[in-house]
């Protein structure tokens, strides 16, 4: 077992302790609980008595003849007149959410290892967020590490950095109070300060699924722990941010830049809004530099498929120095990120009016 297997099995004992705990605090609440009873009419059954009171017999069924085994009649039929028991609809269980909080400290503070041990601490700044979901997902991961450029005889690989950005804006997010999911996790990188991010291939798609290498199959996992999160999360306000590093040639100088898939009106929206964002910063920030990201529609499979509203966002070129600079420099990751969660809080307020 390496480390990483043994971490995770680490978190889920705690959850287990955690769940347990609280499960057992139910249940010393429930005993000694006044039930809910009915007097069964003609006609009633154990099956329709469930029903009208919106018990599904599935469920139910068992519970109600272990309450009512002394007053049951033949083949546990109803006995006209006769007072019944109901049983209690049972306590939804806590979901396990993402990043796996796996300590709370407070309610305002929270230990989501995933962001490694320097960043794991979560501090909620305020609830700017609130009731929002956000699917991070950064490109290639596991078998395949996407792009790879050159600096200075080291290598660049894709997903490394895309996968830095993409937690601290995962990070982020969580301090402004929304739920994130990083669909693409890497059990023990965390947030990394070096400039030099090391390839590894022990990346999993959410929740812990070994990614493939076909390319395909690869993009079909993620999209699919997506839509399963989104049938979880339904009615509350979601997106999905794909978060990749383009490989061109080494002189073409590229900045941030959005696609959208065209069918999605909301994916459009926040494309737009996260360039104007970009464009602001940077304005403020290097007013002579000038900002040419782009929007546009492309056909991804990623976004194409996924039910939320999608946006596929690329950091730059990966071989082009001055782009380089843009994802080598951990502040500058940190920046692209506070700019994207700028531009999603922004997205958020417009989209919940
Ligand atoms: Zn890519």
Same mark, same amino acid.
């Given at each position: 077992?390496?480390?990483?297997?043994?971490?995770?099995?680490?978190?889920?004992?705690?959850?287990?302790?955690?769940?347990?705990?609280?499960? %057992?605090? @139910?249940? !010393?609440?429930?005993? +000694?609980? *006044?039930?809910?009873? /009915?007097?069964?009419?003609? #006609?009633?059954?154990?099956?329709?008595?469930?029903?009208?009171?919106?018990?599904?017999?599935?469920?139910?069924?068992?519970?109600?003849?272990?309450?009512?085994?002394?007053?049951?009649?033949?083949?546990?039929?109803?006995?006209?007149?006769?007072?019944?028991?109901?049983?209690?609809?049972?306590?939804?269980?806590?979901?396990?959410?993402?990043?796996?909080?796996?300590?709370?400290?407070?309610?305002?503070?929270?230990?989501?290892?995933?962001?490694?041990?320097?960043?794991?601490?979560?501090?909620?700044?305020?609830?700017?967020?609130?009731?929002?979901? %956000?699917? @991070?997902? !950064?490109?290639?991961? +596991?078998? *395949?590490?996407?792009? /790879?450029?050159?600096?200075? #005889?080291?290598?660049?690989?894709?997903?490394?950095?895309?996968?830095?950005?993409?937690?601290?804006?995962?990070?982020?997010?969580?301090?402004?109070?929304?739920?994130?999911?990083?669909?693409?996790?890497?059990?023990?990188?965390?947030?990394?300060?070096?400039?030099?991010?090391?390839?590894?291939?022990?990346?999993?798609?959410?929740?812990?699924?070994?990614?493939?290498?076909?390319?395909?199959?690869?993009?079909?996992?993620?999209?699919?722990?997506?839509?399963?999160?989104?049938?979880?999360?339904?009615?509350?306000?979601?997106?999905?941010?794909?978060?990749?590093?383009?490989?061109?040639?080494?002189?073409?100088?590229?900045?941030?830049?959005?696609?959208?898939?065209?069918?999605?009106?909301?994916?459009?929206?926040?494309?737009?809004?996260?360039?104007?964002?970009?464009?602001?910063?940077?304005?403020?920030?290097?007013?002579?530099?000038?900002?040419?990201?782009?929007?546009?529609?492309?056909?991804?499979?990623?976004?194409?498929?996924?039910?939320?509203?999608?946006?596929?966002?690329?950091?730059?070129?990966?071989?082009?120095?001055?782009?380089?600079?843009?994802?080598?420099?951990?502040?500058?990751?940190?920046?692209?990120?506070?700019?994207?969660?700028?531009?999603?809080?922004?997205?958020?307020?417009?989209?919940?009016?």
């Amino acid at each position: 077992m390496n480390s990483y297997t043994s971490r995770i099995h680490f978190e889920l004992r705690t959850y287990k302790i955690v769940v347990t705990f609280l499960l %057992f605090i @139910l249940a !010393s609440f429930s005993f +000694g609980q *006044d039930y809910k009873t /009915i007097k069964a009419q003609k #006609g009633d059954g154990i099956y329709s008595i469930l029903k009208q009171n919106g018990l599904s017999a599935n469920e139910y069924l068992d519970q109600f003849i272990e309450l009512n085994k002394t007053r049951l009649g033949k083949n546990n039929s109803l006995i006209i007149g006769r007072t019944y028991k109901l049983p209690v609809i049972a306590e939804k269980k806590p979901k396990i959410q993402d990043s796996a909080p796996v300590t709370e400290v407070s309610k305002e503070k929270i230990v989501y290892e995933i962001f490694g041990d320097k960043y794991k601490e979560v501090t909620i700044q305020n609830r700017d967020l609130n009731k929002s979901v %956000f699917y @991070l997902m !950064s490109g290639h991961g +596991g078998p *395949d590490p996407g792009a /790879i450029g050159n600096l200075n #005889g080291h290598l660049l690989c894709e997903d490394e950095y895309a996968y830095d950005v993409t937690l601290r804006l995962a990070r982020n997010l969580t301090e402004r109070g929304a739920t994130v999911y990083m669909i693409i996790r890497d059990p023990n990188d965390g947030i990394r300060d070096d400039q030099f991010l090391t390839p590894d291939r022990d990346e999993v798609c959410f929740p812990d699924k070994t990614i493939p290498l076909n390319q395909l199959a690869r993009l079909r996992q993620g999209t699919d722990a997506v839509n399963k999160l989104y049938r979880q999360n339904r009615g509350k306000f979601q997106r999905l941010v794909v978060i990749h590093v383009d490989s061109r040639s080494q002189k073409e100088n590229i900045d941030v830049f959005f696609y959208h898939d065209k069918r999605s009106d909301a994916g459009k929206k926040l494309a737009n809004t996260l360039k104007v964002t970009i464009g602001e910063r940077y304005a403020r920030h290097q007013p002579t530099r000038g900002y040419n990201g782009s929007v546009s529609e492309r056909n991804l499979y990623v976004i194409k498929n996924s039910f939320p509203p999608a946006v596929f966002i690329e950091l730059g070129n990966i071989n082009h120095t001055r782009d380089q600079k843009r994802f080598i420099l951990s502040d500058n990751r940190q920046a692209v990120a506070n700019w994207l969660r700028d531009g999603l809080i922004q997205d958020f307020n417009k989209s919940i009016k």
